[in-house]
């Protein structure tokens, strides 16, 4: 057997955890794909088993009694659940739920019991290493962390004296840590952080927005509601809040036998387990909600009362906009039939205000997704359950960790003064109104324009190729192309899909080894953070990237060194805990570090908000209009602002809108509209999604949806998740497959096409195709066609790519000590193709064209138009 050592270059990702300083490694899938597979995996893998059972040891059970428990905080995905993990032996064991956490308490997911085999991965990261062959080649040197500083900082610096400092420039995924980027990059003068949101959820956050005014993200109180419309939310299996959301519809349905409807095009294990699934038209949400808004108001359902009262459309003049929503369109746009929905509308106003419709990706993730959101939301205004016990409730800003309780540490570095293009592009006027959500996916696009040019980007808890549309093609040219992106330093934790195109990759710290303050919405209506903290430290020379960002600001010059005058992170977050110790009547960074979570007991629940009494001390100085009944306070400089509605003679909060009512009108959103020349009157009105209206009749609708064990591309390097699913063929309705002549398990040629709207080009340009697997079912749409947006990598190391891509080499592990670095990875992968397996999955993302929704910007995920053949 050869000795890899003697290698001058080691091969594969075993190797990555025995790389020497300065020693190279070359991570290239065909060069590594042609050496020898041994293809007795599976009768090793008998043999394994064979032997213990013989050994008479049996399944190894952990002694919990001897573990050292801490708290801390998931992020397998962004539901952020409230863990705590077991170490025995300096070794994470296990993770359960922190039963002190008010959304999840102990319940966690697969996805998230899984999160410590992120930690002892054999293929994971542990070292700086930097590029030697050509980007994208896949040729390695591993240096050291210095030298990665001093590189880092040598350019970043160079951009700040240019006066450039725009061109630096830090790409996110689910970060988490969205506030000290933005310290970080305040500091040296950058707009630049290119985030996800119009990738995820923009359209959602901010018709939340529109209509309430100062929130993202309801809290509904499942718990207690009666009846729950879910416009695609499949949150028994995904949903940004799915445990939070599905243990309270458990309940609600359980205990006081709420009514659960769930509207999807496939039949999601969401779906599957509701009282009814209708499979609308996909991108016909707003039809249905605006359709059955006009059914109760008909029939005098809704309540006139809290609309006079708090929306800003008296009920008599919604009843009569909402009229020309008639059943009957309903039924020709949704595909449902009329009496369906009108049963359904009646039963919900019966309800009220025990009642929910609320929506996520399956109805905001597309061209018209902003306007489906607020119609989903108008439902509850119409039958007065907003911020009601089990109707549509809200907390105030959930996604930021509370500055009054806990403040940044002085000095503050100020906003930029530079400006980016890429990062505010003017086409989208509310890409960036209520929250920097922006328009990540045309990022590279206007990289390639030239629209903004980049010196030193920056990646994070990303995997663009993988997971942006277009990645396998735009994506990667402009992250080849060196001239576009001169300079990548990539941060993870797996050499991944991001990985792969950088300069330099630093080896991060998994969200089990880092610090971290977190918060999301809090289905039990009050303020609350929780505290991310390392169960145990990170292998071989892992940095946390937090810790990475104040070691640069520390060197990249005396200015932005004053913005990091703390050791590491911990200390940063000690520092801001400050604020909390008077509250808790004990040392508050103790109390974060015990209990890893502080929720807010001092306010009641935040039930109907907007019936709160504004605060005497908001009343000082105030006027009110008296034809708007808004109350304004004059600052001392003069200026003023509102605090608050009149109503019924008394001192009310409001809502944080416009007029302070509920915006059922926005006049922002029509003044953007004409701002860039998209028709748009304000209203919450249906408009077809314009690819499906010139849809040709052998065509189809293609959608993604995320698988319950996986999430994104972040889960496929987890063993156990990838062993139970590695393959996402093509869902096919029956009736649709028998037409084409396609059974379950084969190949079909799938085509995607450009499409058509509002600053779309080559609308119905031919994109590219796919090979896939059928999976013939009757629980999809028969217009539309599936296929799990999660798997497909071509890296993550080799649970992430079932082998197939980058042959492991077994002689290096056992050149190191004699044994191989993991024997499940080694061995036992038996999904791989050269096993006989399906292997890792198709990236459907390849073929999905980039299609941003107008004014907000949302990619169009459910728009793509697509047709088949059997092969
Ligand atoms: N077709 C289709 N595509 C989609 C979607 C869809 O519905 N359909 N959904 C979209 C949605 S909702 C989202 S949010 C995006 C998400 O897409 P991304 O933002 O790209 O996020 P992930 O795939 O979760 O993770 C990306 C990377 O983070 C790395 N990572 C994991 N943990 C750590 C860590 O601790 N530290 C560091 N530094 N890195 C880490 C992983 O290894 C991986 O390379 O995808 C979008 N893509
Ligand atoms: N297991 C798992 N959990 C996750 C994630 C993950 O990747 N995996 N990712 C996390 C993240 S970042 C996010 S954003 C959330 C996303 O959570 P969700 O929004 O709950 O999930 P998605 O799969 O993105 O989309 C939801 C559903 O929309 C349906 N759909 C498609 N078109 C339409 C339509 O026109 N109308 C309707 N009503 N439905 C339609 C799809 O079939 C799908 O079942 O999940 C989070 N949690
Ligand atoms: S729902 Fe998400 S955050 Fe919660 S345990 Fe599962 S993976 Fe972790
Ligand atoms: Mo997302």
Redesign the pocket.
Known sequence: MPIARREAIKRGFAALSTLALGETILLAPEDANAQIFKPKNRKLYGKRKAERRASGKGRLKNDYSKAVIKKGVCLN???VCGIQGYVIDGKLVKVSGNPLDPNNGKSL?A?GQSGPTINDYADRLQFPLKRVGARGEGKWKRISWDEAYTEMATRIRKAIDEGKPEEVAIQIG?SRIAEEMTRFLNAIGSPSLFNHRSL??SNKRAANYACLGETDWESPDFERSKYILN?????Y????G?IHAAKRIIKGRFDNGAKLV?????M?N??GRSDEWIP??????GAMALAMGNVIMQANLHDAKWLDTWSNVKAEELKTWISRYTLEWAESVTGIAAADIKRIALEFAKAAPRAVAFT???????YNGFNNDRAVIMLNAIVGSIGKEGGYCYTTEPTRVPPTVFPQPAPLPPAPKAKSLIENPPEWPLANKWQRMKVGQIVYKYIQEGRGKIQVYISYTVATPLTWPEGRSLVVDVLKDEKLIPFHVCSDVVYSEQAHYADIILPDASYMERWGFDVRNNMELRDYVTLRQPFTPPPGECVSFVDTMIELGKRISPETAKYFQFKDHEEWLKLRSKGLTARVGEDGWGYMVKNGVWQDMSKPKYYELYNWDVEAAQLKDSRVDPATQIIYRKAANGTETKVGLMVDGKARRGFLTPDRKFSIYHEDIEAAGKQVGFKDNGMPEFFPVESFVKMKPNQLHL??????????G??ASQKYLSEIVHHNPMWINTETAKQYGIKTGDLVELSTFRPYGHDMKNGGDFIGNAVITAYVTEGIHPR?L?VS??LGNLWHGRAGNANKASQNTPTIGLDQSGLLADQDLDEDIWWDPRNGGTGAGYNVNAILPIQSAPLVGMQG??DTVCSIRAL
């Not at 996520?360 to 597309?366: F, P, T, V, W």
């Not at 959608?703 to 994104?712: A, D, I, L, M």
Request: charged share 15%.
């Open positions: 995905c962004s539901t997911c996805k689910r995820c959820s416009f695609g939310a499949n949150f299996e995904a949903h940004q799915a769930t509207f999807d095009v496939r999601s969401t779906a609308l038209n996909p991108g016909s949400d996520n990706r399956g109805s905001g993730a597309h959608v993604t949806f995320k698988w319950n064990v996986h999430t994104q972040r889960t539309v599936a947006n999660s995920w459910f």
